[in-house]
């Protein structure tokens, strides 16, 4: 049985804490995915990001982590979002996965990753350089 922790968040993350929660004596993998807000997009420049969450967003991550742990071979997984005000270089989202072996620790890191991406109901708005911003994740 795969234990899982996830959250939403307004508070910082710190990746390092999350990773080291997410240590188990029974995994020798232990992989961290941290996703931090980035300087540019599409060749525009970002200063600082707003998220924000549906409030079944704490729901639905916790399903996707659900739905990756069912897998064998995982140990542990630990999923956090940041929502609200973030500058460049602050973390937005971590996920580790620990396992026995490191295959399918990355495999459930990326498949989490890519599944948060595609139907986490938080959405961003980048404040960019120019004074003006962009919405993105809006359906």
Request: aromatic fraction near 4%; glycine fraction near 10%; charged fraction near 20%.
């Amino acid at each position: 049985m795969t234990d899982i922790r996830t959250g939403i968040t307004s508070e910082p993350l710190d990746a390092a804490a999350i990773t080291q929660a997410a240590a188990d004596p029974r995994c020798g993998a232990l992989v961290t995915f941290a996703g931090v807000v980035r300087n540019h997009d599409a060749g525009t420049q970002v200063q600082a990001i707003d998220y924000s969450a549906h409030p079944s967003a704490e729901r639905v991550l916790a399903r996707i982590a659900a739905g990756i742990g069912e897998r064998d071979g995982l140990g542990r997984i630990e999923a956090w979002h940041c929502i609200g005000h973030l500058e460049v270089g602050d973390t937005a989202m971590v996920v580790v996965v620990a396992a026995p072996h490191r295959g399918p620790a990355f495999a459930a890191v990326t498949d989490l990753v890519d599944q948060v991406k595609a139907e986490l109901p938080v959405w961003k708005n980048q404040q960019l350089a120019d004074g003006t911003h962009s919405w993105s994740g809006i359906a």
